[in-house]
């Protein structure tokens, strides 16, 4: 019996962190706070940016997050948690003894208990179809209080906490990225700020003074519009802009004409509250043309002042440090590559650790912004899944100077389905001095294999070619760079 429960209590625990995201309702209407997601550019970007929060987040019950997979879908959310379980189990003891010259044998035991790990497994998919919305909560109870809440049109809600309110900003920013790419429509779901619903006819009764008819509102978003207009909680809406709302498909078709093709539009609300009629004025806001015009004008600044790098960072965490192989806390991080940027000319990613900037040392973010501001960026030393990388500026970079021709796939002249056929060679050139030749097959630059041309472009972005392989006369040779001491 003991052993049946052991495995029920088991069982039951391991069913609770199945769904590790899902949010309780009973904190929700108190707890929303008004926040527009805005997109933060790519696709990419946006799975760059959560893949690499995912140490900050916990689930809602504050199971540590594994790791954020993304794609264009979704984003999986995967938690393991270990705890102690008791572990109690009935251990028998046979015995005997004499009686009378007869031996009589007895039977006994004692319930023994000991103390097992037990590691559990969750997983939540959070997917971007059918999404009403996606919310910054701000939870009291808990301790990583700011989530990240995503609302289905079905009603369901799945939500992902973390201490830092600037982290769950970015992450619901870069969310947001991926839920328009499937339907835009979801990025102007908050438009004054409230939660509301038809009443009924137990609204009706609780209220008594409210019309049998008409639309409730049930929450007010802290921070919102509609908190700053006025509204309140069991208010009954009943006109905006003269036109009465019967019910909440009036209330979304006027608000959504009002502010098809503004970013703001006024408001005139009437409201029915404890049988007095109020007139109210709100700020309603169109966040997908906020969004639109806010990136016409990012972009002709952009064009006007191109960065100079084109990345924003972070500070490290101690954590991040100590897995660079720091002993102190400097670096910063990369949260966000801009498009067709000198960074990204560079190949540098989200995540990467910038350690140094043409060979000085990077100690914080307020550093790096002069310094890139001082003097043209040459280089960078970068620290990326435990590999430590020179990444350099296209000026920086050899000019090799020969010319290449790509052979077909099938071609008979590619060495074991590799090489480039050297056309030119400039003279005086770095590939003049490391001896390469009109008509070699070039297969191999810097131990790398060299199968087109942009396989040879790729190896120069990382650094000089001191060494190569070609096939010359149908012979293989090693070529290095004599190096003068």
């Known amino acids: 019996m003991m052993h049946f429960l052991s495995r029920l209590l088991l069982a039951l625990a391991c069913l609770a962190c199945a769904a590790p995201a899902v949010a309780k309702d009973e904190t929700w209407a108190e707890s929303t706070v008004w926040y527009q997601p805005m997109p933060v550019g790519s696709l990419t970007e946006a799975a760059g940016t959560i893949s690499n929060l995912a140490q900050f987040f916990v689930s809602y019950d504050g199971t540590q997050i594994d790791k954020f ?250 954590e991040e440090a100590a897995k660079a192989g720091l002993a102190e806390l400097r670096g910063v991080v990369v949260d966000r590559v801009v498009a067709n940027s000198l960074a990204e000319k560079m190949d540098v990613k989200l995540g990467d650790y910038l350690l140094e900037l043409n060979g000085a040392a990077i100690p914080n973010t307020e550093v790096l912004a002069k310094m890139v501001g001082a003097s043209p960026v040459q280089s960078l030393k970068v620290w990326r899944n435990g590999t430590i990388l020179e990444l350099r500026s296209p000026s920086a970079r050899q000019h090799l100077g020969i010319s290449v021709r790509d052979l077909a796939a099938g071609d008979p002249a590619r060495h074991d389905g590799k090489g480039v056929t050297v056309t030119t060679v400039e003279t005086n050139s770095a590939g003049a001095a490391l001896d390469i030749r009109i008509g070699d097959l070039l297969i191999e630059a810097n131990d790398k294999p060299v199968a087109t041309a942009a396989d040879l472009v790729a190896i120069l972005g990382e650094g000089s070619v001191v060494k190569a392989r070609v096939v010359r006369a149908g012979v293989v040779v090693e070529l290095r760079l004599a190096i003068s001491l």
């Open 69 to 318: 997979v993304v794609n264009r879908e979704g984003i999986a959310v995967a938690t393991t948690s270990t705890s102690v379980q008791n572990n109690s189990q009935w251990v028998p003891s046979y015995g005997g003894t004499w009686i009378g010259g007869r031996y009589v044998p007895y039977y006994g035991g004692s319930t023994v208990t000991s103390q097992v790990p037990v590691t559990r497994h969750g997983q939540a998919w959070l997917g971007m179809a059918n999404l009403s919305g996606i919310y910054l909560s701000y939870l009291p109870n808990k301790t990583n209080h700011w989530g990240v809440s995503f609302q289905y049109k079905d009603g369901t809600r799945l939500e992902v906490r973390t201490a830092q309110p600037t982290l769950a900003r970015q992450f619901a920013d870069a969310a947001i990225t991926l839920a328009i790419e499937t339907d835009p429509a979801v990025l102007a779901y908050a438009q004054v700020g409230i939660s509301y619903k038809n009443i009924e006819s137990k609204d009706a009764r609780r209220l008594k003074w409210a019309p049998k008819t008409g639309m409730l509102i049930t929450a007010v978003w802290a921070g919102s519009p509609a908190e700053a207009g006025g509204l309140r909680v069991d208010d009954v809406l009943t006109e905006i802009n003269g036109t009465p709302i019967m019910a909440f498909a009036e209330y979304l078709r006027v608000t959504r004409t009002s502010l098809q093709d503004k970013a703001e539009a006024e408001l005139a609300i009437k409201v029915l509250r404890a049988g007095v009629v109020h007139d109210l004025r709100v700020v309603g806001r169109n966040a997908q043309v906020a969004y639109e015009q806010a990136k016409r004008e990012k972009q002709a600044a952009n064009a006007a002042n191109p960065p100079k790098l084109g990345i924003s960072m972070r500070a490290p965490s101690a």
